[in-house]
């Protein structure tokens, strides 16, 4: 077996190039972009390199966190277990720069063995990624109440392993946090909150009360279903006030064969779609000065109702569907993080998070009266999306909102 010098480093710490006469390693150098908002000590990871046959070399287990928890746990482990801890998992506050999340290991790569079995484009190794856990100030505890993007099979690249040269690996990894907020819907009067995400047509459903929000084709308030979306990018160790964006793919209501699309860019207020039986709908945008401690958070919200009266008279013998995904973006001084161009992430090895709605409207005519919290179900949940091995591709953003204006993204099969 032939191993070769790797170089890892991960959230955005790279090695400075090597003095005149100076020995470059050979191998691989493994970037992670790691999660810096307020609240994180530090990040953890566990990591493998695998040849066609063998595991070349691993640090941490995947099923073990850094303070002895269940790893597997979808939303940030929190529950101690009398069992060992995880000794060898990669810490940023040892080998990296502590609370930003950032790591730098050294280890090999099998530059004999291909693990893709594709001849035509060299020795292959898989690089494979889990995220340990996020930790508070002291890693005493994880901070809980994140989405892990890798799961229990870890987030994979296929890299080439080059004798005598480097070959980059880079993890682009946005988690997604619960931002512990809530929502009012209001019509004059208002009456309940909600968390940070959520699709609604009822306040309730025993007993059943509904949601009577837009006024529709008459003088009355409409049954309504309301979709929440609130989100900011948060202020990290080293920049405050990083400007929030909010992205919108299509928004689309099927009844059978009748497809209708809902803009988000449109005039906040009431507004309806251009068919011959249109159906009545409401954006409602605007920003928050959510206090981060030293800035503000700039958070956003972009939230859209539609009549629920209007589909029942409209189609007394069809069942409709709201089907969309949303997602937040920042802007930072120094251009860091994931990019967005055309709607879609940029760059090589991206797992960005989602949120993903697919609710039923109507079953053959009747409303259905529902309550979807994000993450509580299916209808309202976080999807990662990217270019990573087994991921699906993400969704084209279609619309934007920086908190002043709403715009076109560009992206291709756009309105």
């Known amino acids: 077996m032939i191993l070769r010098l790797l170089p890892l480093f991960v959230a955005g710490l790279a090695l400075g190039a090597c003095a005149d006469g100076a020995q470059k390693p050979d191998g691989l150098r493994i970037s992670v972009g790691a999660l810096s908002l307020p ?44 069992v060992d801890v995880d000794t060898e998992t990669v810490c940023s506050g040892q080998f990296g720069n502590a609370t930003g999340g950032d790591i730098t290991y050294i280890g090999p790569c099998d530059a004999s063995t291909d693990s893709d079995g594709n001849p035509g484009n060299g020795v292959q190794n898989l690089v494979t990624l889990w995220v340990d856990g996020l930790y508070n100030a002291g890693s005493t505890a994880d901070i809980g109440a994140w989405r892990d993007p890798c799961g229990a099979t870890g987030c994979q690249l296929q890299v080439a392993c080059n004798e ?42 025993s007993p059943e009360r509904k949601i009577e929000l837009l006024h529709g084709a008459d003088s009355g308030r409409d049954w309504t279903g309301v ?73 956003l919200y972009w939230n859209l109702a539609l009549s629920i009266d209007d589909l029942i008279a409209n189609h ?25 161009a055309n709607g879609l992430p940029m760059g090589n090895g991206v797992s960005y998070p989602y949120i993903k709605v697919e609710a039923s409207l109507t079953n053959v005519g009747q409303g259905l009266c529902q309550v979807n919290a994000l993450d509580q179900g299916s209808v309202v949940a976080t999807a990662y999306r ?30």
């Not at 850094?66 to 939303?75: I, K, P, R, S, V």
């Not at 948060?234 to 059978?256: K, P, Q, W, Y």
């Not at 995904?325 to 120094?334: H, L, R």
């Not at 934007?400 to 715009?407: E, M, P």
Request: charged fraction near 15%; glycine fraction near 10%; include cysteine.
């Open 386 to 415: 990217g270019n990573l091995g087994g991921y699906t591709a993400p969704v084209v953003m279609c619309s934007s909102f920086d908190g002043t204006a709403v715009a076109a993204t560009g992206g291709n099969s756009c309105p």
């Open 227 to 299: 979709f929440g979306f609130a989100c900011t990018a948060g202020a990290d160790s080293e920049t405050r006030n990083i400007a929030s964006s909010l992205l919108f793919s299509r928004v689309l209501v099927t009844c059978g064969a009748t497809v209708y699309e809902l803009d988000p860019r449109a005039l906040e207020g009431n507004a309806e779609t251009a068919d011959a039986t249109p159906l009545h709908y409401g954006v409602y945008r605007g920003t928050e000065q959510l206090d981060c401690g030293d800035g503000s958070c700039n958070k």
């Open 164 to 205: 005598n040269a480097d070959s980059q690996v880079v993890f682009n990894l946005a988690i997604m946090r619960s931002a512990n907020q809530g929502f009012f819907d209001i019509a004059v009067n208002f009456e309940d909150i909600f968390c940070s995400a959520k699709f609604d047509t009822c306040y309730s459903t």
């Open 39 to 82: 609240g994180i000590g530090g990040a953890c990871y566990d990591l493998q390199v695998s040849n066609g046959t063998d595991v070349v070399w691993s640090l941490g287990d995947p099923t073990l966190t850094a303070l002895g928890a269940d790893q597997t746990l979808d939303n940030g482990p929190d529950d101690d277990l009398d």
């Open 316 to 340: 007394p013998t069809a069942s409709c569907t709201l089907s969309l995904e949303a997602t937040a973006d920042d802007v930072t001084p120094n251009n860091t993080g994931v990019a967005f």
